[in-house]
């Protein structure tokens, strides 16, 4: 978890992240660190069911709903809704989850790598992408 290459790897290797908890209030976290990943030329996919759309794109009520396979799922939730997240990410063969900063939950993050998932956690997607530098 959390190795430098692997933050490096879904940063310069990924084009498409869906954010599950994308807000569509600019103030929150999720929406402003995704606007900025969006300007930088990720393409967002939000997985948020209680929005239509968020960023000009449309909303989707899980990840398996998703038109495409995400490069990386970033997460913004509560640490407690991480495992059901890592359920459906082993179930439909996704690779890269990040889980945003401030959001621990260690036994999830176990079980994802056990099933082949690379974690970063407790990291900003943003952040580190700027620290990065990543082209």
């Not at 290797?13 to 976290?29: E, H």
């Not at 709903?65 to 995400?70: A, G």
């Amino acid at each position: 978890m959390n190795e430098p290459e692997t933050i490096r790897a879904m940063l310069h290797d990924s084009k498409t992240i869906a954010v599950v908890g994308l807000s569509v209030d600019p103030a929150k976290p999720s929406h402003y660190v995704s606007a900025y990943m969006q300007r930088m030329g990720y393409k967002i996919y939000p997985v948020n069911p209680a929005v239509d759309t968020v960023l000009g794109e449309r909303s989707y009520g899980l990840l398996a709903e998703l038109p495409v396979k995400p490069d990386v799922v970033n997460v913004f939730r509560v640490p407690s809704q991480i495992p059901a997240i890592v359920d459906e990410m082993l179930a439909l063969g996704l690779k890269n989850l990040w889980v945003q900063l401030g959001i621990v939950n260690l036994e999830a993050a176990e079980r994802a790598e056990e099933g082949g998932i690379r974690v970063v956690m407790d990291r900003c997607i943003m952040v580190e992408h700027r620290r990065r530098g990543v082209a």
